[in-house]
């Protein structure tokens, strides 16, 4: 079987790296180099039955199928808490199947100790447990073959259990590491995709706020001169139509991801929006003194703020002005400080502004603005405008 479900908690993909593979590699020799102590200490020596030859070799197959399944299927599960729960059952396995082979063996079966502390080095569990497991079976094979009369093969035995169970230790690191790394890719591929879609959602609002806040302004316009100037009200249809056209296009060309924002567009933009709604603009003749890498992104500024001047502001006149590190809007604007939901109006003090306080700033448009602008290395600042309203102040 090549490959089984590789679905969290279900078993293991072979193919997802080296360490399955390996280890199943490595218990399939580990079995080979004991068929030939079992041959010897159990088929070779007459003084067992043919009964009990069954009996041992029978628990030996049962010890090393749970040395070779055990612990895949502890790394299999699916969280920390489930792995280390599924490690300690493993163990238990592993001790209790070693037991049986002991006891139907005796003091031959000790060498499944190396083969144990190899198993109990591979599994999930903390460090200072398999430490402590693997000093344990390193000093009880020395006591043991010591008390015995063989304190040669208990010291040497000691030595395999100590240097290869450390040796799995650091395997079952590099196991750890490749899975932490693989979970640590699909959340940057989950945090990747929520970027994007927040990006989606900044640039629909953006596109369609102020495309249709020119078409209601301009549609509200046309009505009004449906009778007393129907070919100036039938210009203003047509130009809502290509406003429509336009926002369409805008809309397709961000789903396809190749979109882009222009300031001198924007300005062209807003001079028609603001002429729409009856607002005077004192818009700059060019944008040379922009560098080209802060265009697009004044470009956006521009329209967030133009379309916050017509739909909010109620302003006669707006000003946007460019410096090479900065791009403001100013209007002369009702406008005054956000206060929280349900709560009174506050009034104004006798002889003071009513922008007594900062406006907050509230709202999609210009938190996924300043969103923008903070991805680019740049700061966001509301607040009074010497017009007399609001103020929206870029700088990088």
């Given at each position: 079987?090549?490959?089984?479900?590789?679905?969290?908690?279900g078993?293991?993909?072979?193919?997802s790296?080296?360490?399955?593979?390996?280890w199943?590699?490595?218990?399939?020799?580990?079995l080979?180099?004991?068929?030939?102590?079992?041959?010897?200490?159990?088929?070779?020596?007459?003084t067992?039955?043919?009964?009990?030859?069954?009996?041992?070799?029978?628990?030996?197959?049962?010890?090393?199928?749970c040395?070779?399944?055990?612990?895949?299927?502890?790394?299999?599960?699916k969280?920390?808490?489930?792995?280390?729960r599924?490690?300690?059952?493993?163990?238990?396995?592993?001790?209790?199947?070693?037991?049986?082979?002991?006891?139907?063996?005796?003091?031959a079966?000790?060498?499944?100790w190396?083969?144990?502390?190899?198993?109990?080095?591979?599994?999930?569990?903390?460090?200072?447990?398999r430490?402590?497991?693997?000093?344990?079976?390193?000093?009880g094979?020395?006591?043991?073959?010591?008390?015995?009369?063989?304190?040669?093969?208990?010291?040497?035995?000691?030595?395999?259990?100590?240097?290869?169970?450390?040796m799995?230790?650091?395997?079952?690191?590099?196991?750890?590491?490749?899975q932490?790394?693989?979970?640590?890719?699909?959340?940057?591929?989950?945090?990747a995709?929520?970027?994007?879609?927040?990006r989606?959602a900044?640039?629909m609002?953006?596109i369609?706020?102020?495309?249709?806040?020119?078409?209601?302004?301009k549609?509200?316009?046309?009505?009004?001169?449906?009778?007393?100037?129907?070919?100036?009200?039938?210009?203003?249809?047509?130009?809502?139509?290509?406003?429509?056209?336009?926002?369409?296009?805008?809309?397709?060309?961000?789903?396809a991801?190749?979109?882009?924002?222009?300031?001198?567009?924007?300005?062209?933009?807003?001079?028609?929006?603001?002429?729409?709604?009856?607002?005077?603009?004192?818009?700059?003749?060019s944008?040379?003194?922009?560098?080209?890498?802060?265009?697009?992104?004044?470009?956006?500024?521009?329209?967030?703020?133009?379309t916050?001047?017509?739909?909010?502001?109620?302003?006669?006149?707006?000003?946007?002005?460019?410096?090479?590190?900065g791009?403001?809007?100013?209007?002369?604007?009702?406008?005054?400080?956000?206060v929280?939901?349900?709560?009174?109006?506050?009034?104004?003090?006798?002889?003071?502004?009513?922008?007594?306080?900062?406006?907050?700033?509230?709202?999609?448009?210009?938190?996924?603005?300043?969103?923008?602008?903070?991805?680019?290395?740049?700061?966001l600042s509301?607040?009074p405008?010497?017009?007399?309203?609001?103020?929206?102040?870029?700088?990088?």
């Amino acid at each position: 079987m090549e490959k089984t479900r590789g679905k969290p908690g279900g078993l293991v993909n072979w193919r997802s790296g080296a360490g399955p593979r390996n280890w199943l590699i490595g218990a399939g020799f580990s079995l080979v180099l004991w068929t030939w102590p079992t041959y010897t200490t159990v088929w070779a020596d007459p003084t067992h039955s043919f009964g009990d030859q069954i009996l041992i070799t029978g628990l030996t197959v049962l010890f090393f199928a749970c040395y070779a399944v055990g612990p895949l299927y502890a790394w299999s599960r699916k969280t920390p808490e489930d792995r280390v729960r599924a490690a300690v059952l493993v163990v238990l396995a592993l001790l209790l199947s070693n037991g049986l082979v002991a006891v139907a063996l005796g003091l031959a079966a000790l060498w499944t100790w190396t083969f144990l502390a190899c198993a109990v080095a591979m599994m999930p569990l903390p460090v200072r447990w398999r430490f402590l497991m693997i000093a344990g079976l390193a000093v009880g094979s020395l006591l043991v073959q010591g008390l015995n009369g063989q304190a040669e093969a208990g010291f040497f035995q000691a030595s395999l259990v100590l240097s290869l169970g450390f040796m799995m230790m650091a395997f079952a690191r590099q196991i750890e590491l490749r899975q932490q790394l693989e979970a640590t890719r699909k959340d940057l591929a989950v945090a990747a995709v929520a970027a994007e879609r927040d990006r989606m959602a900044r640039d629909m609002h953006d596109i369609l706020g102020h495309s249709l806040t020119v078409v209601a302004v301009k549609a509200e316009l046309a009505g009004r001169l449906l009778d007393a100037d129907p070919r100036r009200a039938a210009r203003e249809l047509e130009e809502i139509e290509d406003l429509a056209r336009g926002a369409l296009a805008d809309v397709r060309a961000t789903v396809a991801g190749y979109r882009g924002v222009n300031v001198v567009a924007e300005l062209a933009q807003a001079r028609g929006a603001l002429a729409s709604a009856g607002i005077d603009a004192e818009l700059p003749g060019s944008v040379d003194q922009v560098p080209a890498a802060h265009r697009e992104l004044f470009g956006w500024v521009v329209r967030e703020g133009v379309t916050n001047v017509v739909r909010h502001s109620q302003a006669a006149r707006c000003r946007i002005t460019f410096t090479p590190d900065g791009v403001q809007v100013d209007d002369d604007g009702a406008w005054r400080p956000a206060v929280p939901a349900g709560s009174a109006d506050p009034e104004p003090a006798p002889g003071t502004s009513p922008w007594s306080g900062q406006w907050s700033g509230r709202g999609t448009g210009l938190d996924g603005l300043a969103e923008r602008v903070r991805q680019a290395g740049g700061t966001l600042s509301t607040g009074p405008s010497e017009l007399g309203g609001f103020r929206l102040t870029v700088v990088m």
